[in-house]
């Protein structure tokens, strides 16, 4: 197999890891939804993927960094988005 189908693959399990954040953004974002997110739970994922981006510059490979860093910018949004929910709620 060649090495672009083997990084078809894992763009397309990234596309895929990206698609199943939509849900969560669109609870956070449209419906103003905060319940039930870990902010400690999402931070912990955000740099596991950030970490897995850096492994897949370190090996050249796009499937890696690309999806990962797609998914590293939907993480931050609900982060952002959990956060200032939460903060506008003490308020």
């Known amino acids: 197999m060649s090495n672009w189908s083997i990084e078809f693959i894992g763009i397309f399990a990234g596309v895929l890891g990206i ?3 939509f849900p969560q953004l669109n609870k956070i974002w449209i419906q103003k939804s905060a ?3 870990s ?3 999402f931070g912990l994922i955000f740099i596991a993927l ?3 981006f850096i492994y ?4 050249g490979s796009p499937s ?3 999806s990962n860093g797609a998914t590293l910018i939907m993480i931050f949004l609900v982060l952002w988005g959990s956060w200032k929910i939460q903060k506008n ?3």
């Open 19 to 21: 698609i199943a954040w």
């Open 39 to 41: 902010l400690f739970a």
């Open 64 to 66: 890696l960094m690309i």
């Open 50 to 52: 950030l970490l897995w």
């Open 35 to 37: 319940e039930g997110i």
């Open 89 to 91: 709620s003490k308020n």
């Open 56 to 59: 897949g510059f370190l090996i």
